[in-house]
């Protein structure tokens, strides 16, 4: 009999950092087999080294080597070795070796999300300078999937209070003024809209647009492109039957929770969504790539170098999101089974 199990790809991100710890700490309860079978992408030798460093607790976890996706097994913790070789692991350093196994765990889980192997993905935080090569040439992992699936795309972080899409992903801030446009931003809107109701099951979505400037531009006294680019966009936005309202100064808007009467809110740069979203949601909040044809989640934190290899780290966000990106995945199937074309 065919299981039901989502097929969870998980790419083990950089073997110095925190990856494998959150990655064996969250499977290593027997009641996260009932929602998804774990296809990790990494290495049992790795992984071994690590669970060595884990608490008693953890040290009962078994690895099941597969060659390939197709011969994973349901309740078993399963793993496509990259390299057969002994791997030099140098905990909470950035080295050469941890970054090409970072990409190349990356590489072969898209690969098999094209070829339908598996279902989603969570990735483990990488390194964002050793990564780097003539095959990966991106400022995070937003910005490779969205070149691998041919996507425009949208970072969105999530957790149980806000989900915040960030506009302009990780553009350097001196960059920004010129990347918001009326285009940019009426694209990042509908993407933002089609996945609160696609992802997240959200009928009619209500979107909140944070402001360029302090106080919105103060009417043309601090800076006009609020006015003269923001609201014209939003306004545009409402024509198309998209419910985005503002601009909201962004210190008013977090500090009186105006956030909670949103389904979404759109930063236009990193740090204006990243800062009061990691304030409300530093342990348990969830990094999610909207627009895309494939469900990819992933912890809402970077390597850890400075605690790696101590059992500090805490597997919440990684956990959080296996929830979130199996939950998308039948969200997914769930609204295209209801909206689907009768006649065809």
């Known amino acids: 009999m065919k299981s039901n199990n989502i097929r969870l790809a998980i790419t083990h991100g950089d073997i110095n950092g925190v ?22 992408y990494g290495s049992t030798k790795v992984a071994s080294y690590h669970k060595k460093l884990l608490g008693q607790q953890h040290q009962e976890m078994t690895f099941s080597a597969i060659l390939e996706a197709g011969q994973h097994k349901d309740r078993k913790f399963n793993v496509i070795n990259l390299t057969n070789d002994e ?40 390194n964002k300078k050793n990564i780097q090569s003539g095959e990966f040439d991106f400022p995070g992992h937003t910005e490779y999937f969205s070149q691998q699936f041919g996507a425009e795309s949208l970072m969105m972080m ?39 109701k696609r992802d997240f099951g959200i009928p009619m979505p209500k979107i909140a647009v944070l402001a360029v400037d302090p106080h919105a531009g103060d009417k043309g006294v601090i800076g006009d492109q609020d006015t003269t680019v923001v609201k014209p966009a939003l306004d545009e936005a ?82 959080a999101a296996v929830f979130l990106a199996c939950k998308i995945h039948q969200n997914r ?12």
Do not use: W
């Open 19 to 40: 990856g494998y710890e959150v990655i064996l700490k969250t499977f290593s309860d027997s009641r996260m087999y009932e929602h998804c079978t774990p296809i990790l």
């Open 87 to 126: 791997v030099k692991i140098d905990i909470g350093k950035s080295t050469e070796i941890a970054g090409d196994l970072s990409r190349q765990a990356l590489d072969r889980a898209v690969e098999d999300l094209k070829k339908g192997e598996v279902d989603v993905v969570v990735t483990a935080p990488i």
């Open 238 to 319: 409402m024509e198309q039957g998209i419910l985005a309202y503002g601009p909201y100064p962004s210190d008013g808007f977090f500090g009186s929770s105006e956030f909670s009467k949103f389904d979404g809110v759109l930063a236009l740069y990193h740090d204006q969504g990243l800062i009061p979203f990691k304030l409300m949601s530093f342990t348990d909040g969830v990094n999610f790539t909207a627009g895309l044809p494939i469900v990819r989640t992933s912890p809402a934190h970077g390597t850890g170098y400075d605690i790696a290899g101590k059992d500090k780290a805490s597997e919440q966000s990684f956990r």
């Open 158 to 196: 999530v957790c149980d209070k806000i989900r915040i899409g960030i506009m302009t992903n990780h553009l350097a801030l001196k960059d920004v003024p010129a990347a918001i446009t009326r285009e940019n931003l009426l694209k990042k809107l509908h993407i933002m809209h089609d996945s609160l």
């Open 333 to 344: 199937k769930e609204y295209d089974e209801l909206t689907k074309d009768p006649l065809k």
